[in-house]
């Protein structure tokens, strides 16, 4: 069996950093072992190295996996995106990958919005089905697109308006309320990009701000209109935190994408740790995406308090914006 898993984790000194992805695809490589397969193949791409390059080796990932699931049948197979027909979704290298396998499973949620060989092309050659992950995802996220409890709330933060304006326009409408923070609301103020009616969306009154672009630069608090010029936003401000978690409060549908500011940096995390206390407390359908905010999840171990954390990105946003998704729509059965 072939099987698409979403293994793209971080690296740190030749080791995993974090293995919220690999643990991820478990179940459905433990419900195949469960069935008597005769090898599992494990294929993702790591990074975006253009060629093969020794920094985007599997090896550290196929290390982790054998600790978590010790198993000679399960075989990682190298990168991907080591090989130039993965992009182009080549069919020669989807034969390849194909080569000596009976189905495959396709479970890298965060990749099907990629036509890649990997997602796409293997999928033309094998009967092809949805692992459980796969499945879970469509669910979960699906649910946002239905009829929804209300009232429902929408957090988008992160740097650009582009990145999310498919979702600010598809589910923004449908929201109760809409909070944005992080360097889009400054966007949004200013370009209202998303051409929402203003009025409709609650954007920061008050901003953490740096005189620099660095992690120890001189910081204060101001109101948003009395940011001193020359000086950046990098994070929400108390008066802001207080609002959102009282609008997050009263929910009862949630999707959160996007942190509020420079969370890696922790004078400037207090937004985002602020977002992601009230949307882990309080009773909602919550779902949260991307990976700054998953990670922020992580960190705070908060994970569990959501009712899903999505191990999508962009095929998340591009599902909650209405598109079809190239992998999605190759398999038959889903």
């Given at each position: 069996?072939?099987?698409?898993?979403?293994?793209?984790?971080?690296?740190?000194?030749?080791?995993?950093?974090?293995?919220?992805?690999?643990?991820?695809?478990?179940?459905?490589?433990?419900?195949?072992?469960?069935r008597?397969?005769?090898?599992?193949?494990?294929c993702?791409?790591?990074?975006?190295?253009?060629?093969?390059?020794?920094?985007?080796?599997?090896?550290?990932?196929?290390?982790?996996?054998?600790?978590?699931?010790?198993?000679?049948?399960?075989?990682?197979?190298?990168?991907?995106?080591?090989?130039?027909?993965?992009?182009?979704?080549?069919?020669?290298?989807?034969?390849?990958?194909?080569?000596?396998?009976?189905?495959?499973?396709?479970?890298a949620?965060?990749?099907?919005?990629?036509?890649?060989?990997?997602?796409?092309?293997?999928?033309?050659?094998?009967?092809?089905?949805?692992?459980?992950?796969?499945?879970?995802?469509?669910?979960?996220?699906?649910?946002?697109?239905?009829?929804?409890?209300?009232?429902?709330?929408?957090?988008?933060?992160?740097?650009?308006?582009?990145?999310?304006?498919?979702?600010?326009?598809?589910?923004?409408?449908?929201?109760?309320?809409?909070?944005?923070?992080?360097?889009?609301?400054?966007?949004?103020?200013?370009?209202?990009?998303?051409?929402?009616?203003?009025?409709?969306?609650?954007?920061?009154?008050?901003?953490?701000?740096?005189?620099?672009?660095?992690?120890?630069?001189q910081?204060?608090?101001?109101?948003?209109?009395?940011?001193?010029?020359?000086?950046?936003?990098?994070?929400?401000?108390?008066?802001?935190?207080?609002?959102?978690?009282e609008?997050?409060?009263?929910?009862?549908?949630?999707?959160?994408?996007?942190?509020?500011?420079?969370?890696?940096?922790?004078?400037?995390?207090?937004?985002?740790?602020a977002?992601?206390?009230?949307?882990?407390g309080?009773?909602?359908?919550?779902?949260?995406?991307?990976?700054?905010?998953?990670?922020?999840?992580?960190?705070?171990?908060?994970?569990?308090?959501?009712?899903?954390?999505?191990?999508?990105?962009?095929?998340?946003?591009?599902?909650?914006?209405?598109?079809?998704?190239?992998?999605?729509?190759?398999?038959?059965?889903?």
């Amino acid at each position: 069996m072939l099987v698409r898993a979403d293994l793209n984790v971080p690296l740190e000194d030749g080791r995993v950093a974090d293995d919220t992805r690999i643990e991820a695809s478990l179940p459905t490589l433990r419900l195949l072992l469960d069935r008597d397969a005769a090898e599992v193949r494990v294929c993702s791409h790591l990074g975006r190295p253009k060629g093969p390059d020794p920094a985007f080796s599997m090896e550290p990932v196929r290390a982790r996996l054998r600790e978590l699931l010790p198993d000679e049948r399960i075989e990682v197979l190298e990168n991907t995106r080591f090989n130039p027909g993965e992009r182009k979704n080549d069919p020669d290298f989807a034969r390849e990958l194909a080569d000596g396998s009976d189905l495959f499973v396709e479970d890298a949620f965060g990749s099907v919005h990629r036509a890649h060989a990997s997602t796409v092309g293997v999928a033309e050659l094998l009967p092809a089905y949805a692992g459980l992950l796969l499945e879970r995802e469509l669910e979960e996220l699906g649910k946002l697109l239905g009829d929804v409890e209300r009232p429902f709330v929408l957090v988008s933060g992160g740097a650009k308006v582009e990145d999310k304006l498919g979702v600010l326009q598809n589910l923004g409408g449908k929201a109760d309320t809409v909070l944005i923070g992080g360097k889009m609301a400054e966007e949004l103020r200013t370009e209202n990009a998303a051409h929402f009616r203003l009025e409709d969306v609650v954007l920061p009154t008050d901003a953490i701000a740096a005189a620099a672009f660095e992690p120890g630069a001189q910081a204060a608090t101001f109101a948003v209109e009395a940011i001193p010029d020359g000086w950046l936003g990098l994070d929400i401000g108390p008066e802001t935190r207080e609002r959102f978690a009282e609008e997050i409060s009263r929910a009862k549908t949630i999707f959160w994408n996007g942190p509020m500011g420079v969370f890696e940096w922790p004078r400037f995390a207090e937004g985002t740790k602020a977002v992601a206390e009230a949307v882990a407390g309080v009773d909602a359908f919550s779902v949260v995406g991307g990976a700054d905010s998953i990670r922020a999840l992580n960190e705070l171990g908060l994970t569990d308090k959501v009712s899903w954390a999505s191990t999508g990105g962009g095929a998340a946003l591009e599902l909650l914006e209405g598109k079809d998704l190239p992998g999605v729509s190759v398999i038959p059965a889903a």
